[in-house]
């Protein structure tokens, strides 16, 4: 997983930043997200405090949908609120919504000319039967909006990634900030200072001059209240600290932001960019106590290191909530440093790796912590610490932390599933030979996690990796017993089909009636059954030209063998164009018996000289079609040979089966022989160089590995023996003539022969 570096996403306020209302935004680049589900099993939001759920562990900035947003009306409704308090109800909240809108403008202009220079409009007019004009404090709200609204104009322009373009949307009008200070200055009401004081210092920020912001605050900043409005300020000079180059202090000041302003916490944490170890030191030479070092901990770890800030937090404050986002950031950094595949290792050796993996310091570190019972959610730190000790190969140790775990765990069912799959995995991780007694020990939560949590539909709850790595670990611990069937069963391997002593084994394992738990669990995971393989049986066998058998397998499928084909598999076309055979009208559906059936009656016609070029011709287009280039490849697609939309998909051993023409050209050679005119042989030599064209590129692309290395920007349209003979002895044939119109291939190579 990739860590975020210090040096992140943009230069923060050195580049491109826009503030509305005082949400800073600024460009930056997002990576996609990594599955979470599929990779981790510790689910943060099953102990820890959902509002920090922004900072769990993410490959993205932020954690799934808590992205950072221009959203120009974040703090919108506390201001409405704000002003009806002040107000006294003199305004409806939605007039003051009006107001306080773009849409609000006109009117704000006339209603302040209006108390002014007595200047009364027709708006003018409308309005005061809606409002008291006389009531001072609505005029106060209107004279307010007179100075704000312009600055309101330059903090809300359009976006731009440039830092060049928003200059240009920067409001540079010393007159009108020196007023506003004024009325600052004069403004006795309390609620009217403190948002004058709030408008200055925004104006400040987008002025051409930013650094008057940095000295209004430093003369005024300590009087005023440490509200919203406050902490909106101190992001704005946090701001200009950076655009100033001055990053320490302004991380320093971003930290206090998020440490303060719940609203604006994800945009410190945006903005907070220390460069250097150096920087890092100089933002906390600024720390006053210890709560505003704690803060600087909290958003450095988040970016850095997890372990290191929680050691200096606990040990500042061990009640801090900060401690817990961390702590979860933690746990899903260690467990993705694990193996989970058990690829060419065996279960000892995998825990092994594993074990040396973590970190041994982070272990002592949750281990002490949680010893401490000083935290605000002891059952959190228990249960990380116990699954820590699992991962450090200390199961009675990771034992004891789970049942203090449970005694505080919250009655919630995702807390609980959370637990129970921690306790799961370190039983497993028990075990490295299995025996009945230990096997009893994870039957009820292997059908718990296989069959239970699937139903669920819980999009929340990460258990998928505890399903899948311990299907590959039980795998693992029956292959080091040689039982090939049992390892089949929990994890599927590619080349165990082309075994037939495994193939029978298999088949003989799913027949029996006298499972164990764990053989039933196994045979219910695993996705092949029983006439799957019989199925598979059936298609060997046809491949082999065993008829009889093939039906006698196919006979034995429960469904299988009333699967019909899309095409009919008789068919011999000049084009392959499997999709237009699907589309074709069909007389008649042929099952996967009836095909068989037919091949197996066709084959005794021929025995008995019955019409040999007709069997032996249809014949041909049977085998042809059930290849990987006819229109009956679903004859072989199957749970245990696969499907694909090309060869390349399929391993070498079935890519080998499914592409041999041999069958095809056996049964075109037979026509051709039993051939009694030129059109028949004309026919029948078509369709052996669409054998030998196939063969051609089969071959070829043996080479490469995918399909998307076949190198096909030239064709070489190849003189193949069967192009030879139908243009040398059957040009004269109606058939011929055929092969031009649909054939490209055949037509261009007929042409070259013409130069």
Known sequence: MKKISLQKLALVFSGAIILVYGTIWACGGYDYDFNYRETTNFTPEALADQKYAPYFLSQDLFYENNRLNDNASLFDE????????????????????????????????????????????????????????????????????????????????????????????????????????DKYNITTDKFLKNRYWFQVMKAHFYSNKPENGITFFEKTGEAQPKNTLYYRAVSYLAGINARLGNSAKANYLFSQ??????????????????????????????????????????????????????????????????????????????????????????????KKANNDSISKSAVQLIDKIAQSKSTNRPYLWNAAAGYLQTLDRNFSKADDYFAKAEKELPKTTLAINQLRLLKFINNLSKIDELNPKNEATIINDLN???FELPKNNDEVFRYLNASNWSKNYISALYKSKNNAVMAELFLRNGQ?????????????????????????????VYNVKLQDISEYQSVLATFQNKIPEAISFMKETDDIKDYTFLGNPFNGNIKDCNDCDHYAKQKRKFSQLDFLTIVKEMQDKIANNEDVYTNAMLLGNAFYNITHFGNGRTFYEGQIIGSGFNEFEFDD?????????????????????????????????????????????????????????????????????????????????????????ECGYFKTYVNQQKK
Request: aromatic share 16%.
């Open 257 to 350: 932001v998020f440490d303060k302003s719940p609203k604006l916490q994800q945009v410190a944490v945006f903005c907070f960019s220390p460069k250097e170890e150096k920087d890092w030191n100089e933002s906390f030479s600024y720390a006053k106590n210890n709560e505003e070092k704690i803060a600087l901990w909290a958003i450095h770890g988040y970016y850095n290191d997890e372990e290191k800030a929680i050691d200096h937090i606990f040990n500042l404050n061990p009640k801090s909530e900060y401690l817990d986002f961390l702590l979860t950031r933690l746990l899903n950094t260690e467990e993705l440093k694990t193996n989970k595949s058990f690829e060419n290792q065996s279960v000892v050796e995998n």
């Open 653 to 741: 051993t079935n890519r080998a089966l499914i592409t041999d023409c041999s069958l095809a050209r056996k049964y075109y050679k037979m026509a051709f022989s039993a051939a009694k005119t030129n059109e028949q042989k004309a026919k029948m030599t078509y369709m052996l160089s669409k054998c030998e064209r196939n063969d051609f590129y089969t071959n070829r692309n043996w080479q490469f590995d995918n399909y998307w290395n076949v190198d096909n920007k030239e064709v070489d349209f190849i003189a193949w023996n069967g192009f030879k003979t139908l243009k040398k002895d059957y040009s004269k044939t109606k058939f011929y003539q055929e092969v031009i119109a």
């Open 78 to 181: 506390d201001i409405v609120q704000d002003w009806s308090t002040f107000l006294k109800g003199k305004l409806q909240d939605e007039t003051i919504r009006f107001f306080i809108a773009d849409t609000g403008n006109v009117a704000v202009a006339e209603l302040h000319n209006y108390f002014t220079k007595n200047i009364e409009t027709r708006l003018v007019k409308s309005w005061s039967k809606k409002i008291d004009l006389k009531d001072k404090k609505t005029k106060d709200f209107i004279e307010f909006l007179h100075y704000a609204k312009p600055i309101q104009v330059a903090s809300t322009a359009e976006v731009t990634w440039d830092y060049e373009e928003t200059k240009k949307v920067s409001f540079d009008d010393a007159k009108w900030i020196q007023a506003i200070e």
């Open 448 to 450: 718990w996690l296989y």
């Open 496 to 524: 165990f089909y082309h075994s037939e002593t495994n193939l029978l084994a298999m088949k003989a394992f799913l027949s029996k009636k006298d499972k164990t738990p764990l053989e039933e669990i196994g045979t219910a």
